[in-house]
Nanobody, 124 residues
């Protein structure tokens, strides 16, 4: 089973941008549904963006047109480009995966491989 490690979280001012990275211990180009989730203080974990082996992409309503999920230039990386960040985007960001070429569920309960998370703070 692959292991996931996130990086790139930091403090940023409102309106700023960040790019998060998720590095896997193995090849995640095929056979996995991949996703980015966010947990903010007092809120349930929220699904933000997903991509599968067929390059089908789906975004959560709160981040559509601001965030972009993409694969890195090397076979075991996943990115989340975040633009126009707002205070409400503050939270712990995690990448997650489950073994399937197609994303058949976007519920967090379907994801059984998780990274430890990286903290994003949006504050003036």
């Amino acid at each position: 089973q692959v292991k996931l490690v996130e990086s790139g979280g930091e403090s940023v001012q409102p309106g700023g941008s960040l790019r998060l990275s998720c590095t896997a211990s193995g090849d995640i180009r095929r056979g996995y549904c991949l996703g980015w989730f966010r947990q903010s203080l007092g809120n349930e974990r929220e699904g933000l963006a997903f991509i599968d082996s067929n390059e089908m992409i789906r975004y959560g309503d709160s981040v559509r047109r601001r965030f972009t999920i993409s694969r890195g230039s090397v076979r075991n990386t996943l990115h989340l480009q975040m633009n126009s960040l707002a205070v409400e985007d503050t939270g712990m960001y995690s990448c997650a995966a489950y073994a399937s070429s197609r994303c058949y569920t976007y519920n967090l309960s379907g994801f059984d491989i998780w990274g430890q998370g990286t903290q994003v703070i949006v504050s003036s």
